[in-house]
């Protein structure tokens, strides 16, 4: 569990905010499995209303992970695990390769690892019937990892 309070605690590190996953769940960002994209927008427009996060179901999943990234902005993105009723918060920080070969780059559990877009993409579509949610700030940063 935790998921999402680690996601949060991961997307203000790249702002220069230090919070850890604890922190986000005693303030209302809870760990229960199915952390709703509702509740991780309020909190961060209620506690960081400098960074202009709003909640997203874009059509276009990579192309929105593409424009984002490219500009600096990390994209919280909620998506499927294998078996069952079960998801994950990530963050992803950058795209990396172009074609087949795409991948995203994103934080989970404090480190990093890619995922093939597509695989990303088809994932992220429909979870629990709402299509791609995704957190995204408005801000700027300097502190991602990889670009194209």
Not at 55 to 76: C, I, K, S
Not at 81 to 86: F, I, M, P, V
Request: some cysteine; overall charge positive; aromatic content about 10%.
């Amino acid at each position: 569990g935790k998921c999402g309070p680690t996601a949060v605690a991961n997307l203000l590190r790249l702002y220069g905010t230090e919070l850890s996953p604890e922190e986000a769940d005693r303030g209302g960002v809870h760990w229960w499995v199915g952390t709703r994209g509702l509740s991780i927008r309020d909190w961060l427009t209620e506690t960081h209303p400098e960074l202009g996060c709003s909640l997203e179901h874009p059509a276009d999943g990579p192309g929105f992970l593409r424009d984002h990234l490219a500009t600096g902005q990390p994209v919280l993105v909620w998506f499927n695990t294998q078996g069952g009723l079960s998801s994950h918060w990530v963050v992803a920080v950058g795209v990396i390769g172009s074609g087949a070969g795409e991948r995203v780059v994103v934080m989970s559990w404090g480190r990093y690892y890619s995922i093939a877009m597509d695989k990303l993409d088809a994932a992220w579509r429909n979870v629990y019937w709402i299509r791609r949610p995704s957190i995204v700030c408005a801000k700027k940063t300097t502190l991602m990892s990889a670009q194209r």
